[in-house]
């Protein structure tokens, strides 16, 4: 039986709610923001309450949010009032030592990029220097600066257009596209934890855009009702246009995988959907659909 833990924001502290949120909304994209004060003096500082939010124009927003403990507000919110110009860096795992390293709350002026060993790279369009390893970097001039509250805790929007972007040509594949395994990108957990985005932890998943799948109430209930399959089954086997004919399923009941099936003891209908359990693990749809309709 699923069970809940239901928390109502009001009922318990800033600093308890922020840890359930950043623990459940999760994994987030990282916001190495280069900025500079009206003196000249340059601030580096990641943020994970960042995503991308349009492309035309290309839209970044990125919150720099009150410190929780104190209401105090970020130098990175500070600069970008000032001077309305901030680069976006992304943070990949050859640097993410060193971005967590520059998230030290160090004093006005101080310069994180020398602290975290990471190195300037002079940007093309605005004042902000760009971190010279990050795998992809986004100069951004700031469109508006939205404030959800004034209490500990409360997020400043800021809303950067990107004029000019740089990709590091080692994350390219051979087509000009970033490759999700070159650039080996890192997103932010909760508490310490991070995520690699690299290895086992990338998976594709077809968008249904070609096609109108049939949707998962329109499976057969025996499949539908299955004590094996899961969800991620069953949405993988709804999103075909139609089942296959009656004479392609007698056909593949010839095959040596339903004849061994038909061997194995236990209930022949649990056996079939483990085995087209199999199938769909291999992306193989349609072989699982001729398991899934054997009689």
Same mark, same amino acid.
């Given at each position: 039986m699923t069970t809940f833990k239901t928390v109502n924001p009001k009922e318990v502290s800033t600093g308890a709610f922020h *840890?359930?949120?950043? *623990?459940a909304v999760a994994p987030r994209p990282i916001a190495f923001a280069s900025t500079i004060d009206n003196e000249g003096n340059v601030n580096l500082s990641p943020f994970s309450f960042f995503n991308a939010f349009g492309a /035309? &124009? &290309?839209?970044l927003i990125f919150s720099p949010a009150r410190r929780v403990r104190d209401n105090t507000t970020k130098h990175t919110l500070e600069n970008a009032q000032a001077t309305k110009e901030v680069v976006i860096n992304i943070v990949n795992y050859p640097i993410v030592e060193q971005m967590s390293l520059a998230s030290t709350e160090y004093d006005q002026g101080v310069n994180e990029f020398n602290k975290s060993g990471l190195t300037e790279e002079p940007s093309l369009l605005v004042k902000p220097p760009r971190v010279k390893e990050a &795998? =992809? =970097?986004f100069e951004c001039i700031v469109k508006d600066i939205i404030e959800t509250g004034t209490e500990g805790g409360a997020g400043n929007l800021i809303v950067c257009e990107v004029v000019m972007a740089h990709f590091n040509e080692a994350i390219l594949d051979e087509d000009g596209k970033v490759d999700p395994f070159k650039a080996d990108l890192v997103a932010r957990m909760g508490g310490n934890w991070y995520c690699r985005a690299n290895g086992d932890a990338l998976f594709e998943i077809e968008k249904p855009?070609? /096609?109108k799948g049939i949707g998962v109430d329109q499976l057969p209930e025996a499949v539908r /009702?299955?004590?094996v399959l899961t969800g991620n089954n069953l949405g993988k086997l709804g999103n075909v246009e139609k089942l296959p004919e009656s004479a392609e399923v007698s056909k593949f009941s010839e095959s040596d995988a339903i004849q061994a099936v038909r061997k194995e003891t236990g209930d022949l209908q649990e056996n079939l959907h483990r085995l087209a359990q199999k199938y769909l693990a291999n992306n193989e749809v349609t072989q699982a659909w001729l398991t899934l309709l054997q009689k």
């Open positions: *840890g359930f949120m950043l *623990g /035309n &124009p &290309p839209t &795998p =992809a =970097a855009i070609r /096609n /009702n299955s004590h």
